[in-house]
């Protein structure tokens, strides 16, 4: 239940630790002189979150009192919670995980980044919340596009498959692809119907691509990421590739997609010349 008085008296054990440990220095606050327990006061704590010291006594109390979205958000940042700990504020309190948290600039996961050297010869790149590239190993960027060669603003995978003429003589059924991409990027994009920047690719899409015009007005939705590719490549010609996706706990929204063929096949081989045509790897796009 989300709010028994087990998880109650979990959040404000929780809160409590995470004030106890926060010197006013660290909260932008003067000390104050000596104290008697380490850490913030709990009026100071409600000052910083913009509540009623006496309300907030009460949820570090293990009160029957409710927390709105705005105030948990509030909390998270008066105690400077990292990603993992407002994740369990919100747990605690509303028994569900909080609205995404939209970082201004996207950068791959450092988890994520050597990850991507270590699969060659196998094509792999990581996109981030959007579907921008954010980084790609060599055969990654031999097999479809240059992504780092593009304008940072083109770096998409939407974008190369609806506006660049390369996607339709690199994919052999472009139109089944398109339109499963489509509805795998629809589902996504339900998490942020208000974010700007989905808001501008898809305005941008739509004046760019008759065919994703009319098929996004179907509203087809799919969740299946993983699946097999018929791809034509110019210069080691057509293979027939499997390709998965994989989220990692720090960065849940960032994927690392992965294309492989069984091995010893004849695809593989091929895979295997993809490396030599791309020349040294640049550290900056792994």
């Known amino acids: 239940m989300p709010n028994s008085p087990e998880r109650r008296r979990e ?80 747990l605690l309190a509303h028994g569900e995980h909080p609205p995404l948290a939209i970082p201004e600039v996207e950068t791959v996961d450092p988890a994520l980044a050597p990850l991507l050297a270590l699969l060659e010869p196998n094509p792999a790149y990581v996109t981030g919340r959007r579907w921008d590239v954010l980084a790609a190993n060599r055969p990654g960027r031999a097999l479809f596009t240059d992504w780092f060669a593009r304008p940072p603003g083109e770096r998409n995978i939407l974008l190369y498959m609806f506006t660049d003429p390369a996607a339709r003589e690199r994919l052999v059924d472009w139109t089944g692809e398109a339109q499963a991409l489509l509805a795998r990027f629809r589902a996504a994009a339900g998490r942020y119907v208000e974010d700007p920047a989905f808001v501008e690719l898809i305005s941008h899409l739509r004046d ?20 097999t590719k018929v791809l034509h490549h110019p210069a080691i010609g057509r293979m027939t590739l499997t390709h998965t996706v994989l989220h990692t706990a720090e960065a849940p929204e960032q994927k690392l997609v992965v294309y492989y063929a069984e091995p010893g096949s004849q695809d593989a081989e091929r895979l295997g010349h993809l490396l030599p045509a791309t020349g040294p790897d640049d550290p900056e796009q792994v």
């Open 11 to 90: 959040l404000a054990g929780f809160l409590r630790g995470r004030r106890e440990r926060l010197s006013p220095q660290a909260a932008g606050l003067p000390s104050g002189g000596r104290r008697r327990t380490p850490g913030l006061r709990r009026e100071e704590v409600a000052v910083l979150a913009g509540v009623s010291p006496t309300w907030y006594t009460f949820l570090e109390q293990g009160r029957d009192v409710r927390a709105s979205v705005q105030v948990l958000e509030a909390l998270a940042r008066s105690l400077q919670l990292d990603a993992g700990e407002r994740t369990h504020l919100f």
């Open 208 to 227: 760019a691509s008759p065919e994703f015009r009319q098929w996004w007005s179907r509203h087809d939705v799919k969740t299946r990421n993983s699946g």
